[in-house]
T-cell receptor, first 114, second 114 residues
Framework: AQSVAQPEDQVNVAEGNPLTVKCTYS??????LFWYVQYPNRGLQFLLK??????LVKGSYGFEAEFNKSQTSFHLKKPSALVSDSALYFC????????????FGKGTSLLVTP | DTEVTQTPKHLVMGMTNKKSLKCEQH?????MYWYKQKAKKPPELMFV???????INESVPSRFSPECPNSSLLNLHLHALQPEDSALYLC?????????????FGPGTRLTVT
């Protein structure tokens, strides 16, 4: 089965500090990985994706993610967290077997405190 | 314009009612999706339309009936729902039919079944 795992239910970080939200994947073949963010009572917003190419992917709102094939990881990072970054973050994988639909991790709640 | 719109924002319906959710995008995308999301959980795929044809039905009960009248519009017809169907219903679209493309989500319709 093609899947992603987010090992942390919640991540707490102080404003101005770097943040990392973890994601590992388990897919056969090439992984096509995505990060989405969801603010309360809102739809999901696309942050970034890895399809092929550079392992460091830059996305919206200053976020970036590093694809690591040996560790099967795709962690989301930001050098300096903002209180407004507090939200629910989903890692996802697209698989051909699922008709190219997104298969999401369980989500990680990020809380940035002032 | 990367906007997907959904109406209504909120819907309360009884178990004997018939109602419809509407989703619209004007980005020229040729794949459209319905997801169901329970609180604090990841979205779960319901249906995928590619070039206005239903390509995926994730074993969704027949009380949910999707319709894609044209490439910009996606409807979800609801009939005889159960209280456990209360959730946030998200619509999404992606370019050029299904593939390894990011999906753009609408804000969702918050459905409550009484």
């Amino acid at each position: 089965a093609q899947s992603v795992a987010q090992p942390e239910d919640q991540v707490n970080v102080a404003e101005g500090n770097p943040l990392t939200v973890k994601c590992t994947y388990s897919v056969s073949g090439n992984p096509y990985l995505f990060w989405y963010v969801q603010y309360p009572n809102r739809g999901l917003q696309f942050l970034l994706k890895y399809i092929t190419g550079d392992n460091l992917v830059k996305g919206s709102y200053g976020f970036e993610a590093e694809f690591n094939k040996s560790q099967t990881s795709f962690h989301l990072k930001k050098p300096s967290a903002l209180v407004s970054d507090s939200a629910l973050y989903f890692c996802a994988v697209i698989t051909r077997n699922s008709g190219y639909a997104l298969n999401f991790g369980k989500g990680t709640s990020l809380l940035v405190t002032p | 314009d990367t906007e997907v719109t959904q109406t209504p924002k909120h819907l309360v319906m009884g178990m004997t009612n018939k109602k419809s959710l509407k989703c619209e995008q004007h980005m020229g995308h040729r794949a459209m999706y319905w997801y169901k999301q329970k609180a604090k959980k990841p979205p779960e795929l319901m249906f995928v339309y590619s070039y206005e044809k239903l390509s995926i039905n994730e074993s969704v009960p027949s009380r949910f009936s999707p319709e894609c009248p044209n490439s910009s519009l996606l409807n979800l017809h609801l009939h005889a729902l159960q209280p456990e169907d209360s959730a946030l219903y998200l619509c999404a679209s992606s370019q050029d039919g299904v593939g390894y493309y990011e999906q753009y989500f609408g804000p969702g319709t918050r459905l409550t079944v009484t």
